[in-house]
C-alpha cells in the first residue's frame, strides 16, 4: 500500500520561506513521477510543480515559477518543495501525489495521479 506523507508546512509572513518534504512508502520510488499540489478554501485542487522519476524533468505552475523549487532523493523516496518569496495567495493545503511515468494525460491534471498525501498546511499572512 502506498503512503506518502507530508511536512513542513506552517503559518509564514510574505516574503518570508518553507520547504515542504514528503516521504513514499509501498513503491517505487525511484520509478514514479512525482507532483505537488495545492487547494485552497472554496478553490479546486491546483497544480504547483512536478519532477519526473530521474529528477531530470521540472515542471511549474506559471503562479510560482522562479519562487519555487521541486527536488527529490531517490535514495531517500522524498520529494520537496522548496517555497521562497511566499505571497498570501500561495495559502494552501499543500499535497504530494505519485504518478507513474508511464500514464498518459497531462503532468499538470490531478487526475492522473493515483496516490495522494493528506497534505500540510501552508499559511502565508500579509
Known amino acids: 500500500q502506498v503512503h506518502l506523507v507530508e511536512s513542513g508546512g506552517g503559518s509564514v509572513q510574505a516574503g518570508g520561506s518553507l520547504r515542504l518534504s514528503c516521504a513514499a512508502s509501498?513503491?517505487?520510488?525511484?520509478?514514479?513521477?512525482m507532483g505537488w499540489f495545492r487547494q485552497a478554501p472554496g478553490k479546486e485542487r491546483e497544480f504547483v510543480a512536478a519532477?519526473?522519476?530521474?529528477?531530470?524533468?521540472?515542471y511549474y505552475a506559471d503562479s510560482v515559477k522562479g519562487r519555487f523549487t521541486i527536488s527529490r532523493d531517490n535514495a531517500k523516496n522524498t520529494v520537496s518543495l522548496q517555497m521562497n518569496r511566499l505571497k498570501p495567495d500561495d495559502t494552501a493545503l499543500y499535497y504530494c501525489?505519485?504518478?507513474?511515468?508511464?500514464?498518459?494525460?497531462?503532468?499538470?491534471?490531478?487526475?492522473?495521479?493515483?496516490?495522494w498525501g493528506q497534505g500540510t498546511q501552508v499559511t502565508v499572512s500579509s
Open positions: 519532477i519526473r522519476w530521474s529528477g531530470y524533468g521540472t
Open positions: 509501498g513503491l517505487t520510488f525511484s520509478s514514479h513521477n
Open positions: 501525489a505519485a504518478r507513474d511515468p508511464d500514464r498518459s494525460g497531462s503532468t499538470y491534471d490531478p487526475s492522473t495521479y493515483y496516490s
